[in-house]
């Protein structure tokens, strides 16, 4: 039996998907590939199909769009929702409960450098990370704070997105290993 | 050959002295809790950016008595009534706005809003009590660190402010200490039982 013809689509449907997914992750077919700002929607084109996609099938796709390029650089992807935990755990929904949800470029920059970063980048799945319960998030999130305090002090006129995505990734390079799922 | 080594002798005793007796002056970087709040008044045009009303969120839970959230200084109100009992110039406690962030009640649900002053630091560094660097950093007297160790400050680290550190520094710094502190703190990885 041939790979690929309408028979063997119709006999492994799941196999099916999981491949169309895993092509669709490249950017063949929305023309994004990892790493790059989608339109709108976070999984572009096939955003919506994957909303009611099998959690193997997202996973596939998450990883290969999100998690894989975010070993080697920090980015940002562009939110279609203002509610970032919606987001990450409708990516990872196996976590809800389990970790704290957290901006790598934080929402201060929000208002420290106007104009320079939207909403929609802030909060995009590309910009968060998970911070397991277990290993006490304050913590965390206080030694983060307080590096990135120490950015703003540095820069307190303006940066380029480059520099808050360069620091970002600092940050992900010192913590990455600890955050759900990890980035290093 | 022997005048000048007379003179390089001379010179660094002078100088060697002249440290012995010059009061010592010591860089503090603080501990984070919160940020700027909207009603906050901040005047961004000079470096750094003064403070004319302070509105400050708090995210964390306050550990220290002596924390800081760019360009301001924060102390808890047990130091606050420390400093104001001390004879440190240099400063100023004023009154902020003070008010808890959704991070904050998430965390803490039935915590109330902690309470903090605003440390208002007008003094010249290196020579007032209480001054401020030209990067924004907290320059303390040694008299005045002897003070602020009356409350609690484990998380500040300390430098010389005569050697002061770059920003650059104090970054490498601090990432070195957030890795050993989380590495402490981290869980064991569990141990798979053998069957």
Known sequence: MGLFTARWVGRNPKKAFLFLSAISATGVFDGF????????????????????APAEAKEAVIWMKYQAPLLVRAFFSRASRKDYAETFFEAFPKLRGKVWVHHAVEQQALDKYPGLITEEELNSLANLRGIPNEINPQVHLRRIRRLWDNFYAKHPNGVKKEELLEYAKKIDDLLGDKFVPPIR | MQKRSMIFWATNSCRRYGEFFMPKFLLLSLPVYGRIGPRSVVDPSIHPPSVKRLHHIFDYKPIDDLFQCFPCFLVSPKLARILSRSRLIGFALREAIIEKSGTFSQLNPRLPTPEAVWLDV????????????????????????????????????????????????????????????????APRPRRRSKK
Do not use: Y
């Not at chain 2, 010249?124 to 007297?141: E, K, P, Q």
């Open chain 1, 33 to 52: 590939p990892p790493g790059e700002i989608t339109p709108v929607d976070e999984l572009a084109a096939w955003g919506k199909v994957m909303r009611c």
């Open chain 2, 122 to 185: 007008s003094g010249t560094a290196r020579r007032d009590d209480f001054g401020r660097d030209h990067d924004g950093n907290l320059i303390v007297s040694e008299k005045a660190l002897a003070t602020l160790k009356e409350g609690s400050i484990e998380d500040t680290m300390i430098f010389d402010a005569l050697k002061p550190p770059s920003r650059d520094q104090i970054t490498s710094k601090l990432f070195e200490q957030t890795r050993q502190q989380l590495d402490a703190i």
